[in-house]
């Protein structure tokens, strides 16, 4: 009679344990086995030792053989059950803070951390990292939320983050010139957290978002996949913290101006999220005002009045001109970009040659460039060549996000600078003040790069094969269908990446009615891309987004 077998190992890789009524039923007159192990490889029973086979019930075989493969099963969902509880993000960090802005002073909270994007069938495609305000003494039913984000394709958030909307920000000298190392982070007192909840958004590959391992980034980098990505985020983040009554807004820079233009179509028709309003901080929404080429006139147009202010920061106008206030310097040069120099783009070499000398002069006088050069380039300065040549005879460069800045290339020779001044000048700022302010001031910790720019390449803009990126016939449709939709866009006189006068184009080509071009405000500040780093500017688009959001909503 078998009393107790201890487990017999051939080519074993599972124990499994019979439970003891199991054991019970199938043992007949082998007295009773309450408990048996055995290991063994539940698809080789037949392996298993002919001696020990031949002394048990036939029943207790059938079990063996029905019980092995459940259990196996079940140890495998055990260790999907364990790794996907292993993958899952950290708990955020949330701590608390109090902040004085415009005169009032409040408790608010800050949550850093990572949410998953999943399929409807709830795989878990990407970690989104993002960092969420929210004033403490609130209704949060109808306290406004503003989703903010950066450009690039491939930035993160860190810019507006820490130099023109959160509570902390890092200082760039407003002289235009270069900080010295270490940096460090202060008081804010231009932040909108007194008037809006505001959720910094990274996007996938950039700040501490990732693609869930083993998904292909190609889910992530592009224009269409992007807005899904980023709209996705957003609706699963008001549903999780109850934010559906809010009034809803969306804040981009740079190319987050075609992202919020883009997620005003996605929120709206996928979501059914209706927004109260879109911010853009120096947007471009169509591509063909800023993309140079030999069969696009539009860039020579809509840069040169960001030309003429560039040169008259330098005092490289003549008298007459620089004697004109910033403004009224911009406004004759808009004059004639869309009139005498337009019609002579568009005539090419048709363009009588008396007619040619009035525009070669008057476009040198409005540059500070050489007339030889301007003849010499047919017309057709490129923002590049631009910024080589209009202090060559210094040896210097002027930036292209802030054409304030200036640097000095290995040589002076070259017909393009080697590298943007105003970029290289705040890149270390907000870099080193990020990482401080994630691990000092919000506790949160994390072992990967925060990347803030340039791991999206390439970049998939499949949808406008053969013609320019453009989403403002997506803004336009989605303010002609929310009617209570409200745009407010930032522009910067010495933006030489996105121009002030590119956008006043776009505008007046998305063949508004009245109606609904009155809902569009635009205001002009005398700094750049980012005109929030000199703070007489960051001070007057405060008070112009205050006024706004009151209005808004």
């Known amino acids: 009679m078998l009393r107790q077998c201890s487990p017999v190992r051939l080519s074993a890789r599972r124990q499994v344990t019979l ?9 007949t007159g082998i007295g009773s086995v309450r408990n048996l192990e055995l290991s063994f490889s539940p698809t080789r029973l037949s392996l298993l030792a002919p001696a ?27 260790a999907k059950k364990d790794e996907k509880k292993k993958g899952e993000p950290a708990p955020p960090s ?33 970690e989104i990292f ?12 109808k306290r406004p939320v503003t989703f903010c984000f950066n450009g690039g394709p491939g930035s993160a958030s860190v810019w507006l983050h820490m130099g023109m909307l959160g509570p902390q920000r890092v200082r760039v000298p407003d002289d235009a010139t270069t900080p010295a190392p270490p940096y460090t982070t202060e008081h804010n007192p231009h932040s909108l957290l007194d008037v809006t909840d505001l959720v910094f958004i990274d996007p996938v590959s950039t700040g501490y978002s990732r693609p869930a391992e083993g998904e292909d980034t190609k889910q992530f980098h592009g224009y269409q996949e992007d807005l899904r990505s980023v709209g996705q985020f957003i609706h699963d983040w008001i549903t999780q913290y109850n934010r559906w009554t809010s009034p809803k807004f969306v804040l981009g820079e740079s190319y987050g101006g075609v992202r919020s233009a883009g997620l005003s179509g996605v929120l709206q028709d996928r979501y059914r999220m209706y927004l109260n309003g879109i911010v853009m901080i120096s947007p471009v929404v169509d591509f063909a005002t800023i993309r140079f080429a030999e069969n696009n006139e539009l860039p ?11 040169a008259w920061y330098h005092k490289r106008l003549d008298d007459e001109l620089q004697d004109l206030t910033l403004e009224e310097v911009v ?6 970009a869309y009139g005498k120099y337009a019609r002579a783009l568009l005539l090419g070499t048709s363009l009588p040659k008396k007619q040619m000398d009035k525009v070669v002069a008057q476009y040198a006088s409005l540059t500070g460039l050489e007339e030889e050069y301007v003849r010499d380039a047919n017309l057709r300065v490129s923002m590049s060549r631009f910024a080589k040549e209009l202090l060559r005879d210094e040896g210097k460069t002027v930036g292209r996000f802030d054409s304030r800045f200036v640097g000095i290339d290995r040589d002076n020779a070259s017909e393009r600078y080697s590298y943007d001044a105003s970029g290289a000048a705040m890149t270390g700022v907000f870099g080193a003040g990020m990482n401080d302010y994630l691990r000092r001031v919000l506790n949160y910790e994390d072992e990967r ?14 949808q406008f094969e053969n013609r320019y990126v453009d989403a403002s016939e997506t803004l336009r ?11 407010f866009v930032a522009c910067g006189y010495y933006d030489l990446a996105t121009p002030q006068f590119a956008f006043r184009y776009t505008i007046d080509h998305m063949m508004l009615v009245p109606e609904y071009r009155d809902r569009i405000e635009v205001g002009h500040y005398a700094a750049g891309h980012m005109m929030y780093i000199l703070d007489p500017a960051a001070k007057k688009l405060r008070e112009d987004l205050v006024e706004w959001y009151q209005e808004a909503f």
């Open 19 to 27: 439970p003891t009524e199991l054991t019970r039923r199938a043992s």
């Open 94 to 126: 949330v701590t608390e803070h109090e902040i004085t802005l415009g005169g009032d002073t409040f408790k608010y909270t800050a949550t850093a951390g990572k949410m998953q994007m999943k399929d409807d069938s709830g795989d878990v495609k990407a």
């Open 130 to 141: 993002s960092i969420a305000y929210t004033r403490d003494d609130s209704d949060v039913t």
């Open 300 to 310: 020579y147009i809509l840069f040169l009045p960001s030309y003429t202010s560039t």
């Open 477 to 487: 449709g989605q303010m002609s269908r929310n009617p209570h939709l409200k745009l």
């Open 449 to 462: 790069v925060y990347e803030l720019s340039g791991q999206v390449r390439r970049w998939n803009y499949s």
């Open 331 to 336: 406004e004759r040069s808009e004059k004639f």
């Open 52 to 78: 020990f086979v031949m002394h048990l019930p036939m029943r207790l075989l059938l079990l063996l053989v029905v019980a092995a493969p459940l259990a196996v099963a079940q140890d495998k969902n055990d």
